[in-house]
C-alpha cells in the first residue's frame, strides 16, 4: 500500500492515463527485478532448495497461479523490514515445510486457494466466523491470516507465519510470527457496535488472537511473537503515530511485553488475571473469557482432526476418533466447491 500517493494529477499517453504513482512505480519496476535477480544469484543454494520444496503437489497449483510466489521473500519488503534474505528464506521454508508435514493434502490446498472456516458462532443474532487462509493480495507481510467475519464480511485481519524461534531470538523452537493487523476501513458504526455487543466489547483483534492461541495448540507451539510498529513493512514516518496506535499499543494492551531483540511476544495458553482482580463488569469479564476459550478450543479442534486424518492415510488400520466440543457438530467445515476467501483492502489499522 502506498499511503501517500497522490493520484489527483496524471499524465495523460495515447492508451491511458497514469498517475505519478504509476508512473513511479514503472520508473521502479527494472529495479525492483534487477534487485530480485540478483539476490537470487547470490543465494541460489537457497533458491534451489525453495524451488524443490515446491515441486510438491500441494503447491504446484499456487506457482501456476502465481509465478511471483517462489520469489518473494527475495523482495525487499517480506514479514518485516531489514530482515536478512537468509531469514527470510528459513521462515518462507518453515512455515510451508510445517504446513505440507502436518495437513492432508486436500486440506492445505484448500487452505492455500480458498481458506477455510474454523469455526461458525452466533451471538445475538448475528453470525460471526474465524476463516483461517493464505493472505491476499498482501502475502509478502504474513503468509496466512485469521480472519473474524460478521455475517459474511470482514471485521479484522492478522497475518501471521510459522517461523523458527531462532528468527525473532526466542527460546522457543518454532513461534507464530504475527507482522500484519488489519480493521477493515469503512465499516459503518452502526454495524460495527452491534457487533462489538454481541462479542461482550472483546476486540475485534482480541478473538482472533484466541483463534491463533488454537492453532499454535493444534501446532504444539508455545509462543506467539509480533512485529513492532516502526519494522512493519508498510511503516512510514508521516503516519508513524497511526502505525504505533495499531500495533504498539495494541499488543500492549492484548498483555504481550517487548523483548530485548525488539519484538513482541506472549507464552502460551494464554493467561488472565483472576476474576478478582477484575474491578468492575465482572458478567462481562467472565462472558469474555468463556468465548475467548470457545474460538480457542474450536480452532484447535477443527485443525488436530485435520491432522490425526494424515496421520490415520499413513497408518490406514488405525482410525484416530474426534473429540468434539459441545458447542461444534462433528463434520468439520469442508466444501467441495468452497467460496473465495475474501480479500480486504489496505494495511493499516486504526482501530
Not at 8 to 29: F, N, W
Not at 73 to 84: N, Q
Amino acid at each position: 500500500m502506498d499511503l501517500h500517493s497522490d493520484d489527483s494529477l496524471v499524465a495523460v499517453t495515447g492508451e491511458e492515463a497514469i498517475s505519478p504513482a504509476g508512473l513511479a512505480h514503472r520508473q521502479r519496476r527494472p529495479w525492483l527485478l534487477a534487485g530480485i535477480s540478483w539476490r537470487t544469484l547470490t543465494h541460489l543454494r537457497i533458491h534451489k532448495q525453495v524451488e524443490e520444496f515446491l515441486k510438491l503437489p500441494p503447491f504446484v497449483d499456487t506457482v501456476q497461479d502465481n509465478p511471483k510466489f517462489a520469489f518473494k521473500y527475495l523482495t525487499e519488503s517480506y514479514l518485516i523490514k531489514e530482515l536478512p534474505i537468509a531469514d527470510r528464506a528459513a521462515c518462507f521454508l518453515h512455515h510451508y515445510k510445517r504446513l505440507y508435514e502436518t495437513l492432508p493434502d486436500r486440506l492445505l490446498r484448500q487452505v492455500l486457494h480458498w481458506g477455510i472456516d474454523l469455526y461458525d458462532f452466533c451471538e445475538e443474532g448475528i453470525r460471526f466466523t474465524v476463516k483461517w487462509g493464505s493472505s491476499r493480495p498482501f502475502g509478502k507481510e504474513g503468509e496466512m491470516s485469521l480472519l473474524l467475519l460478521a455475517d459474511g464480511e470482514i471485521l479484522f485481519t492478522i497475518s501471521f507465519t510459522f517461523v523458527p524461534g531462532s528468527v525473532v531470538s526466542s527460546k522457543q523452537k518454532e513461534v507464530i510470527l504475527i507482522s500484519r493487523i488489519q480493521g477493515t476501513p469503512g465499516w459503518p458504526m452502526d454495524k460495527i457496535r452491534p457487533a462489538q455487543r454481541a462479542l461482550h466489547k472483546l476486540r475485534f483483534g482480541a478473538v482472533l488472537l484466541s483463534g491463533l492461541e488454537g492453532l499454535a495448540s493444534a501446532f504444539n507451539i508455545r509462543e506467539i511473537a509480533s512485529v513492532v510498529a516502526i519494522r512493519q513493512i508498510s511503516y512510514t514516518e508521516s503516519y508513524g503515530d497511526r502505525f504505533k496506535h495499531a500495533y504498539d499499543d495494541f499488543f500492549t494492551d492484548l498483555g504481550m511485553t517487548r523483548t530485548d531483540s525488539g519484538y513482541f511476544s506472549i507464552p502460551l495458553p494464554l493467561e488472565e488475571k483472576a476474576i478478582e482482580e477484575v474491578k468492575d463488569h465482572k458478567a462481562r469479564a467472565r462472558a469474555r473469557r468463556e468465548l475467548k476459550k470457545k474460538v480457542s478450543l474450536a480452532c484447535a479442534e477443527c485443525v488436530v482432526f485435520a491432522m490425526h486424518c494424515k496421520a490415520a492415510s499413513k497408518e490406514s488400520t488405525i482410525v484416530v476418533p474426534r473429540v468434539v466440543s459441545e458447542q461444534r457438530s462433528a463434520d468439520p467445515p469442508m466444501r467441495e466447491h468452497p467460496a473465495s476467501l475474501p480479500h480486504d483492502e489496505s494495511t493499516l489499522s486504526f482501530g
